[in-house]
């Protein structure tokens, strides 16, 4: 059962244009809700990360919008530039201290390529 | 400071040989996390240790696989008689408390 539903798969955006990866998810005991880039070959680096009590977070030309009704967060790149491309992946974490508390449940990621 | 180490960088077993993937935290990160992504996938949660002790296993294959974070030393992920199916990034990620986990370059397993 997949808990993190991520879209698109592969995303092609004209450089300057904005990149929007879109995430769902069913947990509702999930209150942490970061967004990974991973170039080829390289470990995931954490790019920027959301709790539920906010609907937006911004950091330089990263933003997650976050919809807690809706069960979707998402990252919007703005001013999308060739060295963003990357695969993106989104990932969920519950709260608590119970069982499992600790995981990241991992979206299957988006390919994004930014062309010139 | 530097990020979280992992060796090797690329391993090649055959079947039934095992496999020992070694992790280092970032300096001062306690908390231990492995995770394993196959191709076009995303990363799948296996284990989560603090010093001395395994917290989280639920995610670890109940045979062949074992992970230890000793008081000294590295974080150890144990693949014992590995199969094909091993065949993945492995990957660990460190944090100071929960919440923020920073990854390190992961190690490519080869089964043949």
């Known amino acids: 059962q997949q808990q993190v539903k991520q879209s698109p798969q592969s995303l092609i955006v004209q450089k300057g244009g904005i990149s929007i990866i879109n995430c769902a998810y069913e947990?509702?005991?999930?209150?942490?809700f970061p967004w990974y880039q991973q170039f080829p070959g390289k470990g995931p680096a954490l790019l920027i990360a959301i709790r539920p009590d906010v609907s937006e977070k911004k950091e330089g030309r990263f933003t997650i919008s976050f919809n807690k009704s809706a069960k979707q967060f998402s990252l919007h790149i703005m001013d999308s530039q060739p060295g963003d491309s990357a695969t993106y992946f989104c990932?969920?974490?519950?709260?608590?201290?119970?069982?499992?508390?600790?995981?990241?449940?991992f979206g299957k990621g988006t390919k994004l390529s930014v062309i010139p | 400071n530097a990020g979280v180490m992992q060796n090797p960088r690329h391993l090649v077993r055959r079947r039934g040989q095992e496999a020992r993937l070694r992790c280092s935290p970032m300096?001062?990160?306690?908390?231990v996390y492995w995770y394993r992504q196959l191709p076009e996938e995303g990363l799948k949660f296996m284990v989560y240790l603090q010093k001395e002790n395994i917290i989280d296993e639920s995610g670890m294959p109940k045979e062949r696989f074992s992970a230890e974070f000793p008081k000294e030393g590295p974080s150890i992920l144990r693949i014992q008689q590995v199969v094909r199916g091993d065949s993945a990034a492995y990957f660990c990620?460190?944090?100071?408390?929960?919440?923020?986990?920073?990854f390190g370059p992961g190690t490519r397993l080869t089964v043949t």
């Open positions: 300096k001062g990160h306690s908390h």
């Open positions: 990932a969920a974490s519950p709260g608590g201290s119970g069982a499992g508390s600790y995981q990241l449940t």
């Open positions: 990620a460190s944090s100071p408390a929960r919440y923020e986990q920073y």
């Open positions: 947990n509702t005991a999930f209150d942490y």
